[in-house]
């Protein structure tokens, strides 16, 4: 079995449009999952009770379950469910935005409790709002 080299000239160009395809949904989707991760993080680390089982939620469905399946809910099921029809390429991006969202919130968590509480404590301590010592003291040691 040889494989036909003469093809490669004329699929090129239709490969190029794909990986400019791909490389824009996965920076999209990253884009938005750092965002959303970020913000799910925080909720499951600083957030009140409410706001902390809400991001557990969230990060245990979407790690819970394969990104295919995730795909599939967004673009078949969701308009089903909606009534509204969803663009294949919004379908993807929201997709990724969702999966990587959640993986990201894992991370920043993770982070945000890697720092030790005295920290948290001084800054609270010095008169610091909770929000700057967060931004400040905080944020920059575990990012």
Excluded: C, H, K
Aim: proline share 6%.
């Amino acid at each position: 079995m040889d494989f036909d080299w003469s093809v490669i000239p004329d699929a090129l160009p239709a490969l190029l449009r794909g990986a400019r395809l791909t490389v824009l949904i996965t920076v999209a989707g990253l884009v938005g999952g750092t965002l959303l991760g970020v913000l799910f993080g925080l909720m499951r680390t600083y957030g009140n009770r409410l706001l902390g089982g809400l991001g557990f939620a969230y990060v245990g469905l979407v790690r819970g379950t394969p990104i295919v399946v995730q795909v599939m809910f967004i673009y078949f099921a969701l308009p089903g469910l909606l009534g509204v029809r969803v663009e294949p390429m919004s379908a993807a991006i929201a997709s990724i935005v969702i999966n990587s969202g959640a993986y990201i919130a894992e991370i920043v968590r993770g982070a945000f409790q890697s720092v030790p509480r005295g920290l948290e404590e001084a800054g609270l301590a010095m008169g610091l709002p909770r929000w700057r010592v967060l931004a400040f003291v905080v944020g920059p040691i575990a990012f």
